[in-house]
């Protein structure tokens, strides 16, 4: 275990030699002693990628673990490309999707730097398409938190950067006010990169290489739209789940560029050690080799929580937040960074902790592998001293989901980073418990006669939460997890198995029909009519009321 407070972000195994000497020049190899790791711990978190890869949770993964710019684990496991029994080897070029977003926010920091950008200048002053329009509002700053209201995926299927951010112009910030709120985007981030590069008077690719790649000598970084680039040998074959949720084959060198052209979403392949370097410069306070190329302040910003997130972490007593273009994990509600990184769709996962001078990179050949947010907690358990709470059994006996039906609500209660107890009411507001002499009786923090209450079931196991009496709600039965339900893998095998993921834009007109049920006996019909496109009418019925319609006009 490495000692201290802070959660870990990295770790893997012994160094394998790497085929690329130039990558290795900045990370050389070291036994794990010297950096203050133990082969075991090394070995056991190898293991876990292992078994993955043996039991088929992915194809093929690669895993490298650096501290104190040392390489202690680099080793990769299965296929580069399982029809052709081409084991993966380390050093592998892999498509980073979502990984090339931290550096289209680092060339965004520079440019800041450098005066040609603003963070609060208003989109339309860099895209003329935005001009006149609701989404011309949008400021950069917000583009890069991912607060600019845009949808996730809206306008991916233009057929350049300049026309995919046009279309957002016309289609605007359908999903809340700008500034207000967290969506992950990217069409947000395409929108920021076309501004970026009509700033920079570069297209994307040159304002990368020029911003970021070529000073940080990420010469294995590049973008994949270009079909006779040679580094595309050294890429794996791409890996997805079929309709009976096995692993097949969708994309292999011989297939020319795997993508069209550069986005500011997504694009860039690269390998696990040049993509440390970016890590690394982040981790250095914007200074690479005794260069600076960004400044104090960019790094701030960079690495400021703009917003909780939500999104899924197995670190213990973590939190996700997200900053300008980076992810960031946090201990409890802190908002202190502890940790940063990013990943991609297609199975790629990054995480650096500067305190612990730590970084841990997993690149998998199988698109949406649900082992990125597992291996977190394998490096907690092998890697990490997270000082996660000591949690009193009269606590741990309480932590769990209660359901209101009467109300239908979700009422959540948890353990923070501190070890202090709250009540979530999810999706209204959460509520800190004090404990109290009776230790199924909380008092709400702040709100004096206000107690939440425990019942037992007659095995002892607790079997609902009371809340406070002042509310008049009924009690919240507790949900279990019954363990005859299907595990992570086996949902994503039955969701691929039920339809065809393609996105509506390709279907046309459509219309989808069907019905609904729950436990606490909700239940109701679903109709939903839409041009296949932006513009919808949707009626749901549910048993305890009439219908409800919702049109969207494509705003």
Not at 536 to 542: D, G
């Amino acid at each position: 275990m490495i000692p201290g407070h802070a959660l870990v972000l990295a770790a893997t195994l012994v160094a394998a030699p790497s085929p690329s000497p130039r990558a290795q020049e900045p990370f050389p190899p070291a036994a794990p002693e010297e950096v203050g790791l133990t082969p075991d711990a090394l070995d056991g978190l190898a293991a876990v990628v292992r078994g993955w890869v043996d039991d088929g949770s992915v194809v093929g993964a690669e895993l490298l673990v650096i501290r104190r710019r040392r390489t202690v684990l680099h080793r990769a496991w299965g296929w580069a490309d399982r029809e052709a029994q081409v084991a993966l080897e380390p050093g592998a070029v892999f498509n980073l999707r979502s990984m090339t977003k931290p550096v289209l926010g680092t060339a965004a920091q520079a440019l800041v730097d450098e005066g040609l950008v603003a963070p609060g200048d208003p989109v339309a002053s860099h895209l003329p398409s935005f001009e006149g329009r609701d989404a011309g509002k949008i400021t950069l700053e917000q583009l890069l938190a991912h607060r600019s209201g845009l949808a996730w995926n809206v306008c991916m299927d233009g057929p350049s950067l300049e026309a995919q951010a046009d279309c957002c112009a016309q289609v605007g910030p359908r999903e809340f006010v700008p500034g207000t709120s967290f969506l992950y985007s990217n069409a947000g981030s395409n929108v920021l990169a076309a501004a970026l590069a009509r700033a920079a008077q570069r297209d994307l690719e040159q304002l990368l290489a020029e911003r970021v790649l070529a000073p940080l000598g990420m010469d294995d970084t590049f973008s994949l739209h270009h079909g006779d680039d040679p580094r595309l040998e050294r890429m794996p074959a791409r890996y997805v789940r079929d309709e009976a949720g096995a692993w097949e084959r969708s994309w292999g060198p011989g297939d020319g560029g795997p993508i069209d052209f550069l986005q500011g979403a997504q694009g860039l392949g690269g390998t696990a050690q040049v993509y440390a370097r970016l890590l690394a410069l982040w981790m250095d306070g914007g200074v690479h080799e005794g260069r600076r190329l960004l400044t104090d302040e960019a790094v701030r910003r960079g690495l400021r929580p703009a917003s909780l997130t939500g999104l899924p972490t197995t670190f213990p007593g973590r939190r996700v937040y997200y900053g300008q273009h980076w992810t960031l994990w946090s201990p409890g509600s802190s908002g202190e960074v502890e940790a940063f990184g990013h990943g991609g769709s297609d199975g790629t996962f990054a995480w650096a902790w500067p305190g612990r001078d730590l970084m841990v990179l997993y690149l998998t050949t199988s698109v949406n592998t649900s082992t990125g947010t597992a291996l977190e907690r394998e490096l907690d358990r092998w890697l990490l001293d997270s000082d996660a709470p000591d949690v009193p059994a009269s606590l741990r006996a309480v932590v769990g989901h209660y359901w209101n039906a009467p109300k239908g609500l979700i009422r959540s209660v948890y353990v923070d980073a501190e070890g202090q107890p709250w009540v979530d009411v999810v999706g209204t507001a959460a509520f800190r418990l004090e404990p109290t002499d009776d230790p199924l009786r909380f008092a709400v923090a702040g709100r004096p006669g206000f107690d939440v209450r425990f019942e037992r079931a007659p095995d002892g196991s607790i079997a609902r939460m009371v809340p406070p009496e002042v509310t008049g709600e009924e009690p919240a039965e507790r949900l279990r997890v019954d363990p005859s339900l299907p595990s992570v893998d086996e949902l994503i095998a039955l969701r691929l198995g039920a339809d065809d993921p393609v996105s509506p834009g390709d279907l046309g007109v459509f219309r989808m029909s069907g019905t609904f049920s729950h436990s606490s006996g909700l239940e109701g019909s679903d109709v939903l009519l839409s041009d296949g496109e932006l513009r919808s009418r949707e009626e749901v019925a549910r048993s305890e009321r009439g219908p409800e319609v919702t049109i969207c006009n494509g705003r």
